[in-house]
C-alpha cells in the first residue's frame, strides 16, 4: 500500500467483491495502528484501530490484519460497495513515545459498479 | 460525536499576504496538529501542541509558525504565503497518550491556493 513517485498504487474491483488493501510499516517499536478512509476533497476518517496485542480485529464489514514478524498491516472489506471508493491509509504509532504518527501514502480504492 | 472543524474549506490568498487557518476541537483533547497534504507525499507534520501555550516543531516547520492560547483550539500561520504552501492543510487532535480507544481525529481539510 505504499506510493511509488506521485501515484498511489491503485485498487479496482467490481461492487460486492472483497478488498484486501496493504501497509507495510516502518517501526517494529510501534504498537497501535489506526486506517484511515479520505474521500475525494475531505479529510480521513476513522476506520479501525488496531493494539500490536492482538493480530485480528473486526468492524462492521471491514477487518483489519496485522502480522508484527513482518511489520505488515491489511484491511479487508467485505462486499465492497461504490461508497467505499477512497484512498485508504495506515497509521503506526509508538504509544509510549511521542504519539506522533506515521502515515503511509495510501491506496486508491475504485468500486465499478 | 466527536468533531474537528477548520475554518475555510477553501482559500486564496496572494503571495505575500499573511495567512490564518483555525482549528477547533470539541472533545477536550489536550494535544493537536497541523498537516500539509500533497499528492504522492502524503500526510506531512508542520507543528503540533501538547498543551496551551506549547509547540512543537514537526518535519515540515519552515514559513510557518502556530497559535494555541486557548485548549480548544490550534492556528496556523503562514506570515508570508508563497506558492509552494498552495496544498491541502489539516488539523488534528488526540487525547492524552494513546489509551483505549483513543485516535486521531482530523478536520474536513482547508484547500489553500495562494498566487
Known amino acids: 500500500g505504499e506510493s511509488v513517485g506521485l501515484h498511489l498504487p491503485t485498487l479496482s474491483v467490481q461492487e460486492g467483491d472483497n478488498s484486501i488493501i496493504n501497509c507495510a510499516y516502518s517501526?517494529?517499536?510501534?504498537?497501535?495502528f489506526i486506517w484511515y478512509k479520505q474521500e475525494s476533497g475531505k479529510g480521513p476518517q476513522f476506520i479501525i484501530d488496531?493494539?500490536?496485542?492482538?493480530d485480528k480485529r473486526q468492524g462492521q464489514r471491514v477487518t483489519v490484519l496485522l502480522n508484527k514478524t513482518v511489520k505488515h498491516l491489511s484491511l479487508q472489506i467485505a462486499a465492497t460497495q461504490p461508497g467505499d471508493s477512497a484512498v485508504y491509509f495506515c497509521a503506526e504509532i509508538v504509544t509510549g513515545g511521542s504519539y506522533i504518527p506515521t502515515f503511509g501514502r495510501g491506496t486508491s480504492l475504485i468500486v465499478h459498479p | 460525536d466527536v468533531k474537528v472543524t477548520q475554518s475555510s474549506r477553501y482559500l486564496v490568498k496572494r503571495t505575500g499576504e499573511k495567512v490564518f487557518l483555525e482549528c477547533v476541537q470539541d472533545m477536550d483533547h489536550e494535544n493537536m496538529f497541523w498537516y500539509r497534504q500533497d499528492p504522492g507525499l502524503g500526510l506531512r507534520l508542520i507543528y503540533f501542541s501538547y498543551d496551551v501555550k506549547m509547540k512543537e516543531k514537526g518535519d515540515i516547520p519552515e514559513g510557518y509558525s502556530v497559535s494555541r492560547e486557548k485548549k480548544e483550539r490550534f492556528s496556523l500561520i503562514l506570515e508570508s504565503a508563497s506558492t509552494n504552501q498552495t496544498s491541502m492543510y489539516l488539523c488534528a487532535s488526540t487525547g492524552w497518550l494513546a489509551g483505549v480507544g483513543d485516535t486521531q481525529y482530523f478536520g474536513p481539510g482547508t484547500r489553500l491556493t495562494v498566487l
Open positions: 488496531i493494539r500490536s496485542n492482538m
Open positions: 517501526n517494529s517499536a510501534s504498537d497501535y
